[in-house]
């Protein structure tokens, strides 16, 4: 079920938890979790190498891309 909250947000229900949604332009974007942890949500290119991570019973598939520490940027 999505959701559009006051400020704009978009939510969604995704294996039980509420997700926000949120277009990342190419150079990607920061967001903050729920516990106030910064996450870097970036666009994967094509082709780019991927895992695939489900929860037991396959519920709430995500594909993530790891990719080595010193291809990541610090803002500060």
Same mark, same amino acid.
């Given at each position: $079920?999505? *959701? *559009?909250?006051?400020?704009? %947000?978009?939510? /969604?229900?995704?294996?039980? =938890?509420?997700?926000?949604? /949120?277009?990342?332009? @190419? &150079?990607? *974007?920061? #967001?903050?979790? &729920?516990?106030? =942890? @910064? #996450? $870097? /949500?970036?666009?994967?290119?094509?082709? &780019? *190498? +991927? #895992? !695939?991570? &489900? +929860?037991?019973?396959? !519920?709430?598939?995500? %594909?993530?891309?790891?990719?080595?520490?010193?291809?990541? =940027?610090?803002?500060?």
């Amino acid at each position: $079920m999505e *959701q *559009q909250l006051s400020d704009g %947000q978009v939510t /969604v229900m995704q294996a039980g =938890q509420q997700v926000q949604v /949120v277009q990342v332009n @190419q &150079a990607g *974007q920061m #967001i903050h979790g &729920a516990n106030g =942890q @910064q #996450i $870097m /949500v970036h666009t994967m290119p094509q082709g &780019a *190498q +991927t #895992i !695939q991570v &489900a +929860t037991q019973g396959g !519920q709430g598939l995500q %594909q993530i891309q790891v990719v080595p520490v010193s291809s990541l =940027q610090v803002s500060g």
